[in-house]
């Protein structure tokens, strides 16, 4: 069986440094209703209100021609930015998909033209050292001049 000891740190036995603290015995407020805990139950369904509540509450404070002028910029405000975002997603659609239903294919279009023209540039030198009786030492243009020559 394991029996536990506790252990006291000896921090905690010394004494702390500073004023010392005074009885507060002097200090308890008995007529408070804070200090009676019967009254604090009863206490707690009083208050239970929501916020909604509150806010009807907080109505009848702001004169109506103050309510119309905050309500009036708020629905102004909130107009803008609906209708500005509103024209933001659908310019940012058509750029979109007109990027993409003209940019792949013009991409697709100039990668054949230069794979086009790479392939003019091999044939004719391929033909210029062909017509000019230089052999071709690598195996690479050897075997494109024999591919050219067979058709």
């Keep these: 069986m394991v029996k536990l000891q506790e252990v006291e740190d000896e921090h905690f036995s010394e004494e702390q ?9 002097d200090y308890v407020d008995t ?33 109506p021609k103050h309510r119309a ?14 209708s500005g975002l509103q024209l933001g997603g659908k310019t940012l659609w058509i750029l979109s998909t ?21 392939m003019e540039k091999e044939m004719k030198v391929c033909f210029s050292a062909y017509s000019f009786g230089c052999p071709v030492t690598d195996k690479k243009s050897t075997y ?8």
């Design 69 to 82: 002028r905050v309500s009036g910029a708020f629905n102004k405000t909130y107009s803008f930015i609906s």
């Design 17 to 25: 440094q500073g004023p010392k603290v005074e009885d507060d015995g």
């Design 98 to 118: 007109s990027a993409i239903m003209l940019g792949v294919p013009y991409a697709l279009a100039v990668g054949e033209e230069q794979q086009m023209v790479e």
């Design 31 to 63: 007529d408070s209703e804070i200090s009676s805990d019967e009254d604090s139950d009863d206490d707690d369904d009083t208050f239970e209100e929501t916020v909604y509540e509150r806010l009807i509450a907080l109505k009848d404070m702001i004169p």
């Design 144 to 151: 494109r001049r024999s591919r050219l020559l067979a058709v």
